[in-house]
């Protein structure tokens, strides 16, 4: 949450071309600002508490959680990273057993393992979808194979039709990676509830971010809920009893009061990135750009909750665009320039340039564009417009240039924060 946002009249947001001067890659305080009064309540309350650490309002969160995800069991942690490393303490893995996971991913997916003396063996993805593809796994799966753990990438849920039947033939569990796509959904049924264990995080870029890091572990199993909820406190159990080693990753009490205040809002959130995306998807048709960029394809079987829209840009022009666009004020991101199988760090892996094609042409193309929640539709039209300008076309789709310049299409947003501190290109990352 920031303070003196300066509300921005449309006639002054325009410029020139009749595209806006910046859009902000995510702007926060347009979601925490109006619930102000409430974070202020909730904080206020556990400081009269002084419950600080996990407490009632992770247990409430816990169970609100479970009942939004319709998953029996959920442990808060202290972050994405660690809830991925409690889950596979949770299944003991062991140094030397293998897991396999896509290499286009984020860092903590890999390090989890490779913190346990496990050995992360890299899929290659899907081009369309940026997930894992079951046929990949097929091919890696070995003696040493003890789980499979698919991320759910930008907001949608991997291929569960088929990685399902591949885990239950090799009898390795699922741990999910659903860091970025809490409320996704396959056939109905919500990440977190697809496979064994699924692992979510609450760094404030995702769509339910809390105040800092934080995280939560969902599982369907009675079994592993109950290591988990004692490898979270040292495998305690009860007071200064250890009959397993654990860590510490706790939720902090002020994390949970505040993402409780959040969560009744998250279904009306992710309709609104789902209505931008189709928006995006909208304009850049109408603006003739499909031929020049890739368009992120959303798979019917379950609902994309859109975390990240990723367009694809080829020819070598994806970094020429993003300068572009930095230049012309809208806040882009790239996830991720190096696929983990090419990180200095797993070298010793022995993994090489050209192993797994598809993830490495996706690290060469893609640009994540603005799609938080607030986003207005002016400033859509801003990002549209900007990329077809740097392909020599007209900013402006032939119909909304004719319509009146009143309509909601063309408005400039009606209250845009002008901090410049949260949510310009270079302060968000994950
Ligand atoms: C796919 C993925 N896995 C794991 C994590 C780790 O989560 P955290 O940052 O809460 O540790 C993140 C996010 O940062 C992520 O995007």
Redo the contacts with the bound molecule.
């Keep these: 949450m920031t303070t003196g946002s300066v509300p921005n009249s449309g006639s002054d947001a325009s410029s020139d071309d009749g595209l806006l001067p910046s859009v902000p890659l995510l702007a926060i305080d347009r979601q925490n600002g109006p619930l102000r009064e409430q974070f202020r309540m909730v904080i206020d309350e556990v400081c009269d508490s002084g419950r600080f650490v996990l407490g009632p309002d992770v247990t409430a969160l816990e169970n609100e959680l479970a009942e939004a995800l319709d998953v029996p069991r959920v442990i808060g942690c202290a972050?994405?990273?660690?809830?991925?490393l409690l889950a596979l303490m949770a299944f003991d893995l062991k140094p030397g057993d293998e897991v396999i996971l896509p290499s286009y991913?984020?860092f903590?997916?890999a390090s989890a393992v490779t913190r346990l003396g496990g050995v992360p063996v890299f899929a290659d993805i899907c081009p369309d979808t940026f997930l894992i593809d079951p046929e990949d796994v097929a091919r890696r799966i070995t003696p040493r194979t003890r789980a499979l753990m698919p991320?759910h990438?930008f907001g949608q849920t991997a291929d569960m039709d088929a990685l399902r039947p591949l885990a239950e033939q090799a009898g390795l569990p699922i741990i999910e990676?659903a860091?970025?796509s809490i409320l996704s959904t396959w056939h109905g049924r919500c990440s977190g509830g697809l496979g064994d264990v699924a692992?979510f995080?609450?760094?404030p870029t995702?769509n339910l971010g809390g105040f800092g890091?934080?995280?939560f572990v969902s599982t369907t199993r009675d079994d592993l809920a109950d290591s988990l909820r004692k490898l979270r406190v040292h495998g305690m159990e009860p007071r200064y009893y250890h009959d397993l080693i654990g860590i510490n990753s706790r939720l902090d009490s002020l994390q949970a009061a505040v993402l409780r205040v959040k969560l009744p809002h998250l279904d009306a959130w992710t309709t609104n990135r789902e209505q931008n995306a189709a928006r995006y998807t909208d304009l850049f048709t109408r603006c003739g750009l499909t031929d020049v960029i890739g368009l992120p394809a959303a798979d019917p079987r379950g609902r994309h909750v859109w975390n990240q829209y990723v367009i694809r840009v080829a020819d070598g022009k994806r970094d020429a665009l993003r300068a572009h666009l930095s230049s012309a004020g809208v806040g882009t991101e790239i996830y991720y320039p190096v696929p983990l199988h090419q990180q200095a760090c797993f070298s010793y892996l022995g993994r090489n340039a050209g192993d797994l094609p598809v993830t490495e042409q996706a690290a060469a193309e893609t640009l994540a564009l603005p799609i938080f929640p607030e986003l207005e539709p002016a400033e859509q039209q801003t990002v549209v417009g900007r990329i077809a300008q740097f392909f020599g076309r007209s900013p402006t789709p032939p119909d909304i240039a004719r319509a009146d310049k009143g309509s909601d299409a063309v408005a400039a947003p009606r209250q845009l924060s002008r901090t410049g501190l949260i949510g310009s290109a270079d302060d968000v990352r994950?």
């Design positions: 972050s994405g990273s660690d809830a991925l991913t984020f903590a997916t991320v990438l990676d860091a970025q692992c995080s609450f760094y995702k890091d934080g995280g994950c």
